[in-house]
């Protein structure tokens, strides 16, 4: 990445003025506190998970089994939990709808330095959204297999069944965990380092407080992709008087977040 980073000519933005930030309020929300509360805790169950299931291997023994089902409870709880908050409080499909044109303009960005910046997306860009569309797929297949890989230790759930499966099945089983688990070290790192870098730092800011600045707001979003209102996500855009700003100075998004 940082020789690929070496290749590209730097990225000149202009500050926001003019039309471009006209009704944009100095802090556009991105994140509610919901959704922080579960991508934080989901965080930390993941990294208990790989710990766990790594650390064994390299010859640090402790009561690692336990402190693995429970992390791997505590996923679940969460996955359910962001299902359910996506389907009640959000477009849920929203992250699911696949742009072709953004996709290949992406693609061409990433082969050749010569090719021009892709459109600028909505609230997730098209990177993000696969991203999320490999993280689904892996944590499932982790999911499924693990709550069957759990019958054969005892839990306050029940009693220990290591019968339940032939060894052609818990060996299929233990294979597609094990890449799973695999998978997941190299998405999880890929979304730290990147969560670390500079340039990437304000998204990372916006999980921690909620919100991202207008000058963040105005260089990276289409405005007619992700649009900010304030107020409800219902409310009219209402300008104060001379600036073209919102009068209140926080703002929500709309359910197609």
Same mark, same amino acid.
């Given at each position: 990445?940082?020789?690929? /980073?070496?290749?590209?000519?730097?990225?000149?933005?202009?500050?926001?003025?003019? @039309?471009?930030?006209a009704g944009v309020p100095e802090k556009v929300e991105r994140h509610s506190l919901g959704a922080r509360v579960f991508h934080w805790v989901m965080a930390l169950s993941m990294l208990v /998970? /790989?710990?766990? @299931?790594?650390?064994?291997?390299?010859?640090?023994?402790?009561?690692?089994?336990?402190?693995h089902w429970?992390?791997?409870?505590?996923?679940?709880?969460?996955?359910?939990?962001?299902?359910?908050? @996506?389907?009640g409080w959000q477009d849920f499909?929203?992250?699911?709808?696949?742009?072709?044109?953004?996709?290949?303009?992406h693609l061409r960005h990433i082969v050749s330095s010569k090719a021009p910046a892709p459109p600028k997306g909505g609230k997730y860009a098209f990177?993000?959204?696969m991203y999320h569309h490999a993280i689904v797929v892996t944590t499932l297949a982790a999911?499924?297999?693990?709550? /069957?890989?759990?019958?054969?230790?005892?839990?306050?759930?029940?009693?220990?069944?290591?019968?339940?499966?032939n060894d052609t099945v818990w060996g299929v089983m233990y294979v597609v965990h094990g890449l799973s688990g695999v998978s997941l070290i190299l998405l999880v790192a890929a979304h730290i380092y990147f969560a670390i870098r500079p340039e990437k730092r304000w998204i990372t800011w916006s999980m921690?407080?909620?919100?991202?600045d207008r000058e963040h707001y105005v260089q990276h979003f289409d405005p007619e992709k992700w649009r900010v209102t304030g107020g409800s996500p219902d409310a009219p855009v209402k300008p104060s008087s001379g600036s073209g700003a919102l009068a209140d100075s926080t703002v929500s998004a709309p359910r197609e977040d």
């Open positions: 990445h940082a020789v690929w /980073l070496r290749t590209r000519p730097a990225e000149s933005h202009e500050a926001p003025s003019g @039309a471009a930030a /998970l /790989l710990v766990t @299931a790594f650390v064994p291997v390299i010859g640090l023994q402790f009561n690692w089994v336990d402190l429970q992390a791997g409870v505590l996923l679940i709880a969460t996955v359910v939990y962001h299902v359910i908050h @996506a389907l499909w929203s992250m699911f709808r696949i742009d072709v044109a953004e996709g290949i303009a990177d993000h959204r999911i499924g297999t693990g709550i /069957l890989m759990m019958v054969r230790i005892d839990t306050p759930f029940w009693t220990r069944n290591p019968y339940l499966f921690i407080r909620g919100w991202i």
